[in-house]
């Protein structure tokens, strides 16, 4: 009798087991209450291995996403999966790829490599005035936690292809290039020169997305006129040509 039961208890338990494995992302993913800022549609594949036609996430949509969740950190109540959304080749498309870790309100990416379309991203910012700009952003983290502020940054950003509509068309820039880093748990990011704007200048953000933009630029001598003519109403050039900034 009790090697019967011992029996039956095996079988119950490679029975859960194997339900727990097959477990689907869409019956889990439904029963959770997601931020108000995310969204997923189409679910498939298990909850360790799922996949989504498109999801949205702070306004930005993904698509063709798809993860793999660690079962360790789960029973330890983590979340820590590798991400991987759109496609990097697509200059139109929004990607990710790379290492994400959640716990208890703290943030944790690593080996992460993003690209957003700019004209997408120009569109989410509270611009006084439109803006029409193309080419990609392409963002890069080795490390960053992040836990009601930033804690560690360690990355970089470019803009890719950059151009700005003239008057008579695209105005090419070229290519900008920025550091990122934590400094007093603000988000710290640093564009240096060379590029054709002659920008060199730091962003410091805050938590609650204050932020504060100083530096300088001073527009290639062949740039359109037009470039020359907006630079004037940063002010006067200092001694070395170049216009002020702070926002």
């Not at 494995?21 to 209450?33: F, G, H």
């Not at 700019?118 to 080419?135: C, D, H, I, R, Y």
């Not at 950003?157 to 509509?165: D, F, P, S, T, Y």
């Not at 900008?176 to 060199?200: H, Q, W």
């Amino acid at each position: 009798m009790k090697k019967q039961l011992a029996w039956v208890a095996f079988g119950l338990v490679f029975y859960f087991l194997f339900l727990l494995i097959k477990l689907p992302a869409s019956q889990v993913l439904s029963r959770l209450s997601l931020p108000p800022d995310v969204d997923l549609q189409g679910v498939s594949g298990t909850i360790w291995q799922g996949r989504a036609i498109a999801a949205s996430v702070h306004g930005l949509p993904l698509q063709n996403v798809s993860w793999s969740l660690a079962v360790l950190p789960l029973v330890l109540g983590h979340i820590s999966a590798d991400v991987q959304a759109g496609n990097m080749r697509n200059s139109d498309e929004v990607s990710f790829s790379g290492g994400l870790n959640l716990s208890e309100g703290q943030i944790q990416l690593d080996q992460v490599q993003a690209y957003l379309p700019t004209n997408l991203m120009v569109s989410l910012l509270p611009l006084p005035f439109p803006v029409k700009a193309e080419g990609r952003f392409k963002i890069q983290f080795d490390e960053l936690e992040y836990t009601d502020a930033c804690q560690t940054l360690v990355g970089s950003g470019q803009w890719l292809n950059a151009k700005v509509a003239g008057l008579n068309g695209m105005i090419d820039l070229g290519v900008f290039n920025a550091d990122m880093t934590c400094t007093d748990n603000n988000v710290v990011v640093t564009v240096k020169e060379p590029n054709r704007f002659g920008l060199s200048a730091e962003a410091v953000i805050q938590a609650n997305l204050k932020y504060a933009i100083t530096g300088r630029f001073k527009p290639e001598s062949d740039l359109p006129e037009e470039v020359h003519q907006a630079a004037q109403f940063f002010g006067n050039k200092d001694g070395q040509g170049y216009y002020s900034i702070k926002l």
